[in-house]
């Protein structure tokens, strides 16, 4: 299971920024994807997860401040 968008980020919805963080977990899960050879899609699953929490926290952060 791979979550993304809202099922990957709890925030506010206040600023609006739901959407966005969808469409770059999208981005970023496909360019991860395009990747993938039979022995690496944990690798490459782990890699989006872990490029995902770094880029969306500064924004799950703000959400919970509002």
């Not at 809202?6 to 919805?13: G, K, V």
Request: hydrophobic residues 40%.
């Amino acid at each position: 299971i791979v979550l993304l968008g809202d099922a990957a980020h709890a925030m506010n919805p206040l600023l609006g920024l739901g959407v966005n963080n969808a469409i770059q977990d999208a981005d970023l899960l496909t360019k991860e994807l395009l990747n993938y050879k039979n022995d690496n899609l944990i690798a490459c699953i782990r890699r989006y997860n872990e490029q995902m929490r770094v880029r969306s926290s500064k924004d799950v952060i703000k959400s919970r401040n509002t």
